[in-house]
């Protein structure tokens, strides 16, 4: 089954304390992107990643590194997170027909 | 500048009743997609719909459908007898060309309520 997996749906953590959010797809995709969504504001994107080794901002990098080593992976990083950086998390995967989306990743920060 | 609007924040209808979520979309590109998702209350989004620029013609998918208007950029979508079932965040989003990345609107919240 074709599918992106987050891991972990749900993840309650410390301001300061690094942390990661993985994200893999099965697809061969090259491109894949992260999302974070706020009420009101939408899904906003953070990184996106064109193919192994090429990542690029997006809209709200700040606070945020992306890695993309393998086709298959992007994790997600967080090496001091805040407050401001509570928020549910989507990791994607493109093809020229659309974006599969994983299952969200609800960070809290505390 | 690209950028999707959807004016509508919350809406809340009674079950069976018609309901229109509006989106307007801005892009000086000629090839663009446009897309529909929902959001149900766990959190995931669902695909519903992939439209692109070189297609106005209208789709009807059970209770759904949508308008597609490039002349005054909107593709708006339309829930025929809302059921409870319905109730959710929608989400219009753009895409530029074939390659470019997904952005979305604010979402519309929609309450079915019985």
């Known amino acids: 089954e074709a599918q992106v997996t987050q891991n972990p749906r749900y993840l309650i953590t410390v301001t300061g304390k690094k942390l990661t959010v993985t994200c893999s797809q099965n697809?061969?995709?090259?491109?894949m992107s992260w999302y974070r969504q706020d009420p009101g504001l939408g899904l906003r994107q953070i990184y996106y990643?064109?193919?192994?080794?090429?990542?690029d901002k997006g809209d709200v990098p700040e606070g945020y590194k992306v890695s993309r080593k393998e086709k298959r992976n992007f994790p997600l990083i967080l090496e001091s997170p805040s407050p401001n950086q509570t928020s549910l998390y989507f990791c994607?995967?493109?093809?020229?027909?659309?974006?599969?989306f994983g299952s969200g990743t609800r960070l809290t920060v505390v | 500048a690209q950028k999707v609007t959807q004016a509508q924040t919350e809406i809340s209808v009674v079950e069976k009743e018609d309901v229109t979520l509006d989106c307007v979309y801005e892009t000086r590109d000629t090839t663009y997609y446009l897309f529909w998702y929902k959001q149900p209350p766990s959190g995931e989004l669902v695909f519903l719909i992939r439209r692109n620029s070189f297609d106005e013609q209208n789709e009807i998918s059970g209770r759904y459908s949508w308008n597609f208007q490039k002349s005054t950029s909107s593709f708006n979508f339309t829930i025929t007898a809302s059921q409870v079932v319905d109730s959710a965040v929608y989400f219009c989003a753009l895409m530029r060309g074939s390659q470019g990345n997904l952005i979305f609107g604010k979402g519309t919240k929609l309450s079915v309520k019985p």
């Open positions: 697809m061969n995709h090259e491109y």
């Open positions: 994607a995967s493109r093809t020229g027909l659309g974006y599969t």
């Open positions: 990643s064109m193919n192994v080794e090429v990542t």
